[in-house]
């Protein structure tokens, strides 16, 4: 293979990977119930959506509970999400707190 020809499979490569990185950015996620409860590594961008749309402001307890289920767990009146797969030990959790 000549040296003109890596650098297009290069040149290739770069825009196919620009493309993907901005075509991921560029994508609209909406809450689904479904995705919420069975996909958890899609629960980061559905939590970025329900903060967005304010969909969480003015309802009490019993409303976020019927929209999201059951809370991973509750302290102090507080509710947590689990967000994503737990990283090992549980280090660096990412939640969504109400």
Same mark, same amino acid.
Request: no cysteine; glycine share 6%; charged share 25%.
């Given at each position: ?21 901005? @075509? ?16 958890? +590594?899609?629960?980061?961008?559905? +939590? ?9 402001? $003015? ?6 509970? +019927?929209?999201? $289920? ?6 102090? @009146? ?5 967000? $994503? @797969?737990?990283?090992?030990? @549980?280090?660096? +959790? ?5």
């Amino acid at each position: 293979m000549n040296k003109k020809s890596k650098e297009i499979l290069l040149l290739i490569g770069v825009i196919i990977f620009l493309f993907s990185i901005f @075509n991921k950015k560029g994508k609209k996620v909406e809450f689904n119930i479904t995705q919420w409860e069975n996909n958890l +590594s899609y629960r980061s961008e559905i +939590s970025d959506y329900l903060i967005k749309e304010k969909n969480l402001i $003015g309802k009490d307890k019993k409303e976020i509970i +019927s929209l999201l $289920g059951e809370p991973t767990y509750i302290n102090m @009146n507080i509710m947590y999400y689990r967000l $994503g @797969n737990d990283n090992y030990m @549980n280090i660096d +959790s990412n939640l969504l707190i109400i």
